[in-house]
């Protein structure tokens, strides 16, 4: 089964950018892949999805006109570019492909 590894949370402030990434350890087929939030106590929700070839993109209706995502397939890899960021963001984003999830990532935006 493919594993993913995401990256790049951190604490932000209100206002501010982070960008995450996700690597898969093979390529697996050609699937969608996707990110998903969990906050504390909350259940976890879809963010945003990306087609194989990029032309197809989903995002949550909250993160619209902030959130960005990409993928490289050469890299195995797709990214979150967050911006605008605010502390309802505050959550473990996890990275999806298939039936696989990553370990995940905390992000915490400050007020």
């Known amino acids: 089964q493919v594993q993913l590894v995401e990256s790049g949370g951190g604490l932000v402030q209100a206002g501010g950018s982070l960008r995450l990434s996700c690597v898969a350890s093979?390529?697996?087929?050609?699937?969608?892949m996707g990110w998903f939030r969990q906050a504390p106590g909350k259940e976890r929700e879809f963010v945003a999805d990306?087609?194989?070839?990029?032309?197809?993109?989903h995002y949550a209706d909250s993160v619209k006109g902030r959130f960005t995502i990409s993928r490289d397939n050469a890299k195995n890899t797709v990214y979150l570019q967050m911006n605008s960021l605010k502390p309802e963001d505050t959550a473990v984003y996890y990275c999806?492909?298939?039936?696989?999830w990553g370990q995940g990532t905390q992000v915490t935006v400050s007020a």
């Open positions: 999806h492909l298939d039936s696989a």
């Open positions: 093979t390529t697996h087929s050609r699937y969608a």
């Open positions: 990306i087609s194989w070839v990029g032309s197809i993109i």
